[in-house]
């Protein structure tokens, strides 16, 4: 891309032709890449791309893993776990399970016959919580991967169709990188942010005793993309920018 821009600036400085179409098409150009930079407010995919911001934050941001919750007074003497999300949920419940371990292990000491069944049973519980914020976190994930899926294949062939009303190699090459850049940047923010969202996931919970059992957790990502594989649009415009 570097190139590319070095390219149209060696030529903008040898340029002799300043007519009105020149000056319309450079006009054209900004238009076109202004329209692509604010794709997702395009009247013709907006309402999609809106349904997938309200489903990303559906929930009390379900699909973001978010222990917490949404508009509670947090503060770093106390936070507010969220009652109703997959993560909030986990949280909860770790923090009674790792209460009754304590009180259960209490007895035995120093004992590690005495310990360890009892820390392998709270561990197998843990595991089960696990597994359910999992599968709970997924059905909302899921439901913004159908979200993105439906918008995405007709945002990209606009995108390319606006470009390909460009006929300048060299601004076309530069649009179409930029788009593809865009586009990069769409899906990470809308759908990989979600599917990266609960793992490698650790927390410190701290018992009431101040004891802080850190538990780390591999969760398992979100299945391969079903979304349609980008194509180049057709040309959105019969009048072709030089």
């Known amino acids: ?89 986990m949280e909860t419940a770790l923090l009674r399970l790792n209460e009754e371990e304590r009180y259960e292990i209490e007895p035995c000491k120093s004992d590690q016959a005495c310990s360890r069944p009892i820390a392998e049973k709270y561990d197998r519980k843990r595991c089960d919580v696990f597994q359910e914020a999992t599968n709970s976190w997924r059905r909302s994930a899921l439901l913004v991967d159908g ?30 990188l930029s788009l593809e850049n865009h586009a990069d940047r769409l899906l990470d923010h809308r759908l990989l942010s979600v599917a990266i969202s609960p793992g490698p996931y650790g927390t410190a919970i701290k018992a009431p005793t101040g004891r802080s059992n850190a538990v780390t957790v591999h969760l398992p990502k979100l299945g391969r993309s079903t979304l349609p594989r980008p194509t180049r649009g057709p040309v959105i415009s019969a009048d072709r920018t030089r």
């Open 1 to 89: 891309m570097d190139e590319i821009v070095r390219q149209l600036q060696d030529r903008a400085r040898t340029q002799t032709d300043f007519s009105p179409d020149n000056a319309l098409a450079s006009s054209r150009i900004g238009n076109i890449r202004s329209r692509i930079d604010a794709i997702t407010a395009d009247p013709s995919v907006a309402h999609g791309w809106q349904l997938v911001h309200e489903t990303i934050n559906r929930d009390d941001h379900n699909a973001m893993f978010n222990p917490y919750q949404t508009g509670a007074p947090h503060n770093q003497q106390k936070v507010y776990l969220s009652p109703t999300t997959a993560a909030g949920v």
């Open 147 to 176: 979200a993105v899926a439906e918008v995405w294949d007709p945002t990209f062939k606009l995108m390319t169709g606006l470009a390909a009303n460009i006929s300048d190699p060299l601004h076309y090459e530069l649009v179409r």
